[in-house]
């Protein structure tokens, strides 16, 4: 079990997704895998000018970094499929609450969020591997904290 995921009752599939400005992270210990990225330092310029309105919200940050978790979870599902569970389901933790709500119901307002959007739903067409997200509070996020 992931020490700061809670056990998944959908499914065996469960990630922890860590956002950072500068370089987001995933892993799923129940597909061996773990991810890193450096966001391009023209995304990480506008990242860091958060208050200055010529920016990219942590929110669009933290759902474009679920929907990198979820194309390596795809690689990797249909690098080993499981035959008992042909369609699983996806279920990312996050401690950032509107892209947690992207990830079910779409972005009403931000147009990044509303970009991600047709991504996501792209990639999820005649894919097998469902897509979740779940919140987990920013206090037991304990492994974001540290790695952060």
Not at 59 to 84: C, M, Q, R
Not at 89 to 94: E, I, Y
Not at 128 to 139: E, F, L, M, W
Request: charged fraction near 15%; hydrophobic fraction near 45%.
């Amino acid at each position: 079990m992931l020490p700061n995921c809670p056990p998944s009752p959908q499914g065996p599939i469960r990630y922890c997704l860590f956002r950072l400005l500068v370089a987001p992270s995933g892993f799923s210990a129940d597909l061996t895998f773990w991810w890193h990225l450096q966001w391009p330092n023209h995304i990480q310029a506008c990242a860091a000018k958060a208050h200055t309105g010529d920016t990219i919200s942590i929110n669009a940050l933290e759902y474009a970094a679920i929907i990198v978790n979820y194309i390596a979870t795809t690689a990797a599902f249909l690098d080993a499929p499981n035959e008992t569970n042909p369609y699983p389901t996806a279920l990312f933790f996050t401690d950032n609450m509107a892209s947690e709500a992207w990830i079910q119901k779409g972005a009403k307002k931000s147009p990044a969020g509303k970009a991600l959007e047709f991504l996501q739903a792209a990639l999820m067409i005649n894919n097998p591997v469902g897509i979740n997200a779940d919140h987990i509070s920013t206090t037991d996020n304990v492994i974001a904290d540290r790695i952060s």
